[in-house]
């Protein structure tokens, strides 16, 4: 049984730096598309960012947050990082991990949430001002 569990989420204060981590278990992902999703209180669930190994590790950013979170995985490939700088108010959400064992064309990331297979349970994440 496939299993995501994510960590690293609390309170924190604007400008101030987070790393949630997601760890896989019950299978190896290899050359999967591990990503981060975020939902608000009252608002649809967005993508934040995407890794995938295929020869080379391709990544992508919602524009939101580009510049100021990095996501990466570990050699194992079933970990999989996203590190929050200058945080603000508006990066307050539960974040979700997810995976999707798709192989797609050439550069191309899952950005969609119907296009992942796996999802954790979220963590939260909330940044006062």
């Known amino acids: 049984q496939v299993k995501l569990v994510e960590s690293g989420g609390g309170l924190v204060q604007t400008g101030d730096s987070l790393r949630l981590s997601c760890t896989a278990s019950?299978?190896?992902?290899?050359?999967?598309?591990m990503g981060w999703f975020r939902q608000a209180p009252g608002e649809e669930q967005k993508f934040v960012a995407a890794?995938?190994?295929?020869?080379?590790?391709?990544?992508r950013y919602a524009d939101s947050v580009k510049g100021r979170f990095t996501i990466n995985t570990d050699n194992s490939e079933n970990t999989v990082n996203l590190q929050m700088t200058s945080l603000k108010p508006e990066d307050t959400a539960v974040y979700y991990c997810?995976?999707?064992?798709?192989?797609?064309?050439?550069?191309?990331?899952?950005?969609?949430?119907?296009?992942?297979?796996?999802w954790g349970q979220g963590t939260q994440v909330t940044v006062s001002s």
């Open positions: 890794i995938r190994s295929s020869g080379a590790y391709f990544v």
């Open positions: 019950g299978r190896t992902f290899r050359r999967a598309t």
């Open positions: 997810a995976v999707a064992t798709g192989v797609p064309s050439s550069s191309y990331i899952y950005t969609r949430g119907d296009e992942y297979d796996y």
